[in-house]
């Protein structure tokens, strides 16, 4: 089992920037993919950033250039630094844990990550 603890989040006003951290605990391997999802009601999960232990990075589309996600491998953290914030950004964001070769993927098969509890990110016009 792996726990996720996230942190940071809120309201923010279009234009503005938060950062998102988040920390994995209990059986963590040493090879292994973190990253962020997020959600807003009825719809799936969509990729938002992720990173392997090795440095490969995805981004979704809609972040691209405003986002940049970075991670500590030595304690096992990960950040998002989010940047010119839109309204279309808001949503419940969601650290995952999954193998490096299935980090990106989770949109598709949840169930194979572990995810933390979310935190809400508003972002107001």
């Known amino acids: 089992q792996v726990q996720l603890a996230e942190s940071g989040g809120g309201v923010v006003q279009a234009g503005g920037s938060l950062r998102l951290s988040c920390v994995a605990s209990?059986?963590?391997?040493?090879?292994?993919?973190m990253g962020w999802y997020r959600q807003i009601p009825g719809n799936q999960r969509e990729l938002v950033a992720t990173?392997?232990?090795?440095?490969?990075?995805n981004y979704g589309d809609s972040v691209k250039g405003r986002f940049t996600i970075s991670r500590d491998n030595a304690k096992n953290t990960v950040d998002l630094q989010m940047s010119s914030l839109k309204p279309e950004d808001s949503g419940v964001y969601f650290c995952?844990?999954?193998?490096?070769?299935?980090?990106?993927?989770?949109?598709?098969?949840?169930?194979?990550?572990?995810w933390g509890q979310g935190t809400q990110v508003t972002v107001s016009s």
């Open positions: 995952a844990y999954a193998g490096p070769g299935t980090i990106a993927l989770l949109s598709r098969d949840p169930s194979q990550g572990y």
């Open positions: 209990g059986n963590v391997y040493d090879i292994h993919g």
């Open positions: 990173i392997t232990t090795g440095g490969t990075t």
